[in-house]
């Protein structure tokens, strides 16, 4: 197994291009492939080791064998998505809004790219609703599915997406989400798409992070992540979701009567009878989860997490199950036999639901989409209906996870494995069983020597770590996870780290003696006393994301951090400690480590009974140690899961994220193994920049446009043309005329794109003309349809505009205008020469259409956290926000000199602020973000407010931002009148002769000012 420098070969934001060749265990060898890999897994082959009672038992031991399997199918799919993302929009074969949704997720200048795996996992579910069932090549796998999904869910309909832990299943929810509610809202008849949604999560701390995807939420997903168009908001509220975990499926006691009541009455009553008396029927359970869905058809189900749900058969059918070397066959046994008691839960619920309101298509979304132990499937087998791959390796190659270290050697002789790499099965008899064990009380003096040396090996790294964050001024500390087998051996745990009260059951709180732990930086005893902020915390997470109540057996060996959690608590204002139950305490502790400022900030060591659940995310887990059977590569997986999440999100100049480590001890996990002398990378110092409203310097505000709309004048419709509406074609445009194709020997061809000459310049001007009248209606605010009337003017405008604007050159003629991106590009242009015109006709024609809840921004509101070093501190008399975050040095000194100058009243830099312009180009909606504004002291009460871009050189979309500034954003928000008055826009194209740039600006303000009579004299 190669040691690899430095794992990450691709970018997020691309298809992945190269990838680290694996021998036939799934290791690395080295060896870079330059391609992307292909979609396979690999299964653990069990073998018969030992006969007991003469059956054979089925045990996963270190030497098992394994196969790497392809997955023909999604490769398959994977390759035919790839062609048609490529494709020309003309052929994509999707609604219209599809295509805008598809066209935003795939822009290169937004704030922050998606990446590819997101919108390759959407695009893939869009291209076999959309695309595939319309084409007999592709309509094969639409068919396939059916079958499949058929086959193993009876009645319903499912896809699933594979994607890694950390690449953001949350992000392609809401992209599906939008996808279909947007369409609907604009297609009501059509039954492909549905605006209902049930979003099932497996446990509450999903449930809660999930409520991102309500749109009306505040800081939802879609604004947050630009996962829709402005515009397209509206339609999108319309939708109707509801966000559950798959416990609230189960049937719950009608009324209100004690457990113990309710027990005497079921053991003396029919079993049928008492459900009927005394329990929730089907609808019942449907109305209660469903109650805002109630009346809608074909729900959508989003399972997250979704390898918990399945078809499960009694374990009468099933043999044996196999288990690790290390486990019992009862602890293997029980742990199956509890994953398909969850399975049936959730797989019946949707049923339910199906059989009461309608189900049209199940979502399954996982890291790990693979059958469970025990559930009647090959184990580790993937789902056959997953539709899209992006594994773990994937991720870790596009630098998207954190890359998880496991020991590979050490000093041991006679040893096929390092010691620390399974840290279990050489302590497990050393260790409680489950349940806390009546005879021999154990001490955590008494921790297993091999534990005890593995707990101290991680913790020395861990210190080292923590002294590395803190010297760079990391606001929350590196987290450090236990994961046990039960309460007993994670109480033991917990004492042995933390410290523990060696004489509990003294009733006189001021007797009880406290010790300190062993593990300094994680103690919660110090000088003989608890401290009230807890260090290290003791979680049973899987019943905190149950919801029920937790059990008293954990409430036992918990009280004394559950107590000390709701003190901290009643020092917060606005909060209610008492109301708060036992486990809604723990379970806020548990989801806010690592963020700052909430009550789990200070947590460092976090213990965990069992497993961590799905979901518990914390982006500052750097080590992890397993204390428990690890029956599966995909358990393995799973814990290891917990500590992928990056801390930094901020690419290099090249797209590429540097890699981080999480420090694993205690899980036979074989994974990606990377040079321990590259050393995790903390987080970055981040320093805030907000508004401080004490400034003197002015606030500055903004509108916010979504678009622009216009009133139809009653004249004839014109054209203004200036240089902007010029348009050259020739041969140093991106498409060639002739193209030479010569062999090895032999002769050549030639081709050529002569068909473009023969289309005559007639047939050109009506093309434009009727593609100008479509984009001058989307405006139109007083038209319920294209304004037809006003086709022959737009095609005496396209006349004028062929003749006076286009140039042609190296044998080009008007007929290249015919191809899809040129031809938009002209369109672009004519329109906005026709709303020049509408302005010196000295009409208000043209209206902002604005954001409908926030029409208005503010320098008020800015307010971030940024890891950027190019920071300039501003003048608190001129700018309202503490940094100019400049992406150029010519920027900083264009700040610099502006706060030299008397007559600027005030400025902001356009960072964190959300001023952006809409505009076209090439017949794509887009948006871009000017660079500063600023306001203008020119003598009257309220300042001249001023749009400035800074531009080292100019391109042919810049012209088409510029123009659209001046055409259309300024005049449409100066007509509406409601924003102050705004000046002509600032373009510096030389910042580095800043000193005349200014002289321009001033100049060009004073020419924009009445004449006075001081100045007529």
């Given at each position: 197994m190669a040691i690899l420098d430095n794992p990450i070969l691709n970018t997020p934001f691309a298809a992945p291009a190269k990838h680290w060749l694996l021998d036939n265990t799934g290791k690395p060898t080295g060896e870079i492939?330059?391609?992307?890999?292909?979609?396979?897994?690999?299964?653990?082959?069990?073998?018969?080791?030992?006969?007991?009672?003469?059956?054979?038992?089925?045990?996963?031991?270190?030497?098992?064998?394994?196969?790497?399997?392809?997955?023909?199918?999604?490769?398959?799919?994977?390759?035919?998505?790839?062609?048609?993302?490529?494709?020309?929009?003309?052929?994509?074969?999707?609604?219209?809004e599809t295509a805008r949704l598809l066209k935003h997720w795939r822009a290169t200048d937004r704030e922050r790219p998606l990446f590819f795996c997101q919108a390759e996992a959407a695009e893939t579910i869009i291209w076999l609703t959309e695309v595939a069932p319309r084409n007999p090549v592709h309509a094969k796998h639409v068919e396939y599915f059916r079958g499949i999904s058929e086959a193993a869910n009876p009645g319903l309909s499912r896809l699933a997406m594979k994607l890694a832990t950390g690449a953001g299943k949350t992000t392609v929810m809401a992209m599906l989400i939008a996808w279909q509610a947007i369409n609907k809202a604009r297609r009501p008849q059509s039954k492909t798409f549905t605006d209902a949604f049930l979003i099932v999560a497996p446990g509450i701390t999903i449930k809660d992070r999930l409520r991102v995807l309500m749109p009306e939420t505040v800081n939802s997903i879609?604004?947050?992540?630009?996962?829709?168009?402005?515009?397209?908001?509206?339609?999108?509220?319309?939708?109707?979701?509801?966000?559950?975990?798959?416990?609230?499926?189960?049937?719950?006691?009608?009324?209100?009567?004690?457990?113990?009541?309710?027990?005497?009455?079921?053991?003396?009553?029919?079993?049928?009878?008492?459900?009927?008396?005394?329990?929730?029927?089907?609808?019942?359970?449907?109305?209660?989860?469903?109650?805002?869905?109630?009346?809608?058809?074909?729900?959508?189900?989003?399972?997250?997490?979704?390898?918990?749900?399945?078809e499960a058969p009694p374990a009468s059918a099933l043999g044996p199950v196999a288990r690790s070397e290390e486990e019992s066959?009862?602890?293997?046994?029980?742990?199956?036999?509890?994953?398909?008691?969850?399975?049936?839960?959730?797989?019946?619920?949707?049923?339910?639901?199906?059989?009461?309101?309608?189900?049209?298509?199940?979502?399954?979304?996982?890291?790990?989409?693979?059958?469970?132990?025990?559930?009647?499937?090959?184990?580790?087998?993937?789902?056959?209906?997953?539709?899209?791959?992006?594994?773990?390796?994937?991720?870790?190659?596009?630098?998207?996870?954190?890359?998880?270290?496991?020991?590979?050697?050490?000093?041991?002789?006679?040893?096929?494995?390092?010691?620390?790499?399974?840290?279990?099965?050489?302590?497990?008899?050393?260790?409680?069983?489950?349940?806390?064990?009546?005879?021999?009380?154990?001490?955590?003096?008494?921790?297993?020597?091999?534990?005890?040396?593995?707990?101290?090996?991680?913790?020395?790294?861990?210190?080292?770590?923590?002294?590395?964050?803190?010297?760079?001024?990391?606001?929350?500390p590196p987290v450090f996870i236990v994961v046990a087998n039960n309460t007993s051996t994670s109480k033991l745990i917990h004492d042995w780290i933390a410290g523990w009260c060696e004489n509990p059951d003294e009733e006189v709180v001021t007797r009880r003696r406290w010790r300190a732990g062993n593990l300094p930086l994680f103690n919660n005893v110090e000088?003989?006393?608890?401290?009230?902020?807890?260090?290290?915390?003791?979680?049973?997470?899987?019943?905190?994301?149950?919801?029920?109540?937790?059990?008293?057996?954990?409430?036992?060996?918990?009280?004394?951090?559950?107590?000390?959690?709701?003190?901290?608590?009643?020092?917060?204002?606005?909060?209610?400690?008492?109301?708060?139950?036992?486990?809604?305490?723990?379970?806020?502790?548990?989801?806010?480590?690592?963020?700052?400022?909430?009550?789990?900030?200070?947590?460092?060591?976090?213990?965990?009974?069992?497993?961590?659940?799905?979901?518990?995310?914390?982006?500052?887990?750097?080590?992890?140690l397993g204390c428990r059977a690890f029956g599966t590569r995909l358990l393995c997986e799973q814990v290891v899961g917990r500590a992928l999440r990056r801390v930094s999100y901020e690419p290099d100049d090249h797209g590429m994220f540097r890699p981080e480590y999480a420090e694993v001890l205690g899980v036979p996990f074989d994974f990606m193994p990377a040079n321990s002398a590259k050393d995790f990378s903390p987080p970055k110092p981040r320093t805030r920049?907000?508004?401080?409203?004490?400034?003197?310097?002015?606030?500055?505000?903004?509108?916010?446009?979504?678009?622009?709309?216009?009133?139809?004048?009653?004249?004839?419709?014109?054209?203004?043309?200036?240089?902007?509406?010029?348009?050259?074609?020739?041969?140093?445009?991106?498409?060639?005329?002739?193209?030479?194709?010569?062999?090895?020997?032999?002769?050549?061809?030639?081709?050529?794109?002569?068909?473009?000459?023969?289309?005559?310049?007639?047939?050109?001007?009506?093309?434009?003309?009727?593609?100008?009248?479509?984009?001058?209606?989307?405006?139109?605010?007083?038209?319920?349809?294209?304004?037809?009337?006003?086709?022959?003017?737009?095609?005496?405008?396209?006349?004028?505009?062929?003749?006076?604007?286009?140039?042609?050159?190296?044998?080009?003629?008007?007929?290249?205008?015919?191809?899809?991106?040129?031809?938009?590009?002209?369109?672009?242009?004519i329109v906005r020469a026709c709303a020049k015109a509408l302005d010196r006709a000295g009409k208000e024609e043209i209206l902002p259409v604005m954001q409908p809840f926030e029409p208005e921004g503010s320098s008020r509101l800015v307010d971030l956290h940024t890891a950027k070093t190019t920071l300039l501190a501003t003048d608190p008399m001129k700018c309202q926000v503490n940094y100019v975050v400049y992406d150029s040095d010519w920027e900083a000194a264009f700040a610099e000199r502006l706060e030299r100058i008397p007559r600027v009243r005030g400025y902001v830099k356009n960072h964190g602020l959300g001023f952006e312009v809409p505009y076209l180009f090439m017949g794509t909606e887009r948006s871009y973000r000017p660079d500063f504004i600023v306001h203008w002291d020119d003598g009257q009460p309220d300042p001249l407010q001023l749009v400035v871009e800074i531009k080292g050189r100019r391109e042919a979309e810049d012209e088409a931002k510029a123009d659209t500034l001046r055409s259309y954003w300024l005049e449409a928000v100066n007509n509406d009148g409601r924003f102050g008055r705004w000046g002509p826009p600032i373009e510096i194209i030389r910042p580095f002769d800043m000193a005349q740039a200014l002289e321009t600006i001033v100049n060009a303000f004073e020419a924009a000012l009445p004449a006075t009579p001081a100045m007529a004299a």
């Open positions: 492939v330059e391609e992307r890999r292909r979609s396979e897994y690999i299964v653990a082959v069990a073998t018969p080791k030992r006969k007991r009672g003469g059956q054979e038992e089925l045990i996963f031991a270190e030497e098992t064998t394994t196969e790497r399997l392809a997955n023909d199918r999604i490769n398959a799919i994977r390759a035919e998505v790839d062609q048609w993302r490529i494709s020309p929009e003309a052929n994509w074969g999707v609604t219209y879609y604004e947050r992540l630009s996962i829709v168009p402005r515009d397209m908001m509206d339609d999108l509220k319309k939708a109707r979701i509801v966000v559950t975990n798959f416990h609230a499926f189960q049937l719950k006691v009608k009324t209100e009567i004690s457990k113990g009541t309710l027990e005497i009455l079921r053991a003396r009553e029919d079993p049928d009878e008492f459900d009927a008396r005394f329990r929730e029927t089907e609808a019942d359970m449907v109305k209660r989860v469903m109650a805002p869905l109630m009346g809608r058809r074909g729900i959508i189900v989003i399972n997250d997490e979704a390898h918990h749900c399945y066959q009862a602890e293997a046994e029980a742990e199956a036999e509890q994953a398909r008691k969850e399975a049936r839960l959730w797989i019946n619920g949707i049923r339910a639901i199906d059989r009461v309101i309608g189900v049209k298509t199940v979502y399954d979304l996982s890291a790990t989409p693979f059958f469970l132990r025990g559930s009647g499937q090959e184990e580790g087998k993937l789902f056959p209906w997953v539709a899209s791959d992006f594994s773990l390796i994937d991720a870790i190659e596009a630098g998207i996870v954190k890359v998880p270290r496991v020991p590979t050697h050490d000093d041991v002789v006679k040893r096929d494995e390092p010691i620390f790499r399974h840290v279990y099965k050489h302590i497990r008899d050393s260790l409680p069983r489950k349940g806390r064990r009546k005879s021999k009380a154990f001490s955590p003096d008494e921790l297993p020597a091999q534990l005890e040396a593995a707990l101290k090996a991680l913790y020395r790294d861990y210190a080292a770590r923590y002294e590395e964050w803190t010297a760079k001024g990391a606001e929350t000088n003989g006393k608890q401290l009230n902020r807890r260090r290290t915390i003791l979680i049973d997470s899987h019943e905190l994301d149950s919801g029920d109540a937790i059990s008293d057996a954990f409430k036992e060996v918990a009280a004394d951090e559950i107590e000390a959690f709701r003190r901290e608590l009643r020092r917060t204002p606005g909060r209610d400690a008492d109301a708060m139950t036992d486990a809604d305490l723990l379970r806020e502790v548990m989801n806010t480590v690592g963020q700052k400022g909430k009550l789990g900030a200070p947590v460092r060591c976090v213990v965990s009974v069992s497993m961590l659940t799905e979901g518990w995310d914390a982006n500052t887990v750097t080590h992890i920049v907000f508004a401080d409203e004490s400034r003197a310097a002015p606030e500055i505000r903004f509108p916010r446009v979504l678009g622009y709309r216009v009133q139809f004048p009653k004249g004839r419709l014109n054209a203004t043309f200036v240089e902007d509406s010029r348009m050259r074609l020739g041969a140093d445009t991106p498409i060639p005329k002739e193209t030479e194709i010569d062999p090895l020997v032999g002769a050549g061809i030639k081709l050529d794109l002569g068909e473009l000459d023969a289309i005559r310049p007639q047939t050109v001007a009506y093309m434009l003309a009727k593609r100008a009248l479509e984009r001058w209606a989307l405006m139109a605010e007083n038209m319920g349809g294209e304004p037809l009337f006003l086709f022959p003017q737009f095609l005496s405008v396209a006349r004028r505009w062929l003749s006076e604007c286009l140039q042609l050159a190296d044998g080009r003629g008007a007929g290249w205008l015919s191809l899809a991106g040129y031809r938009d590009e002209a369109v672009d242009r």
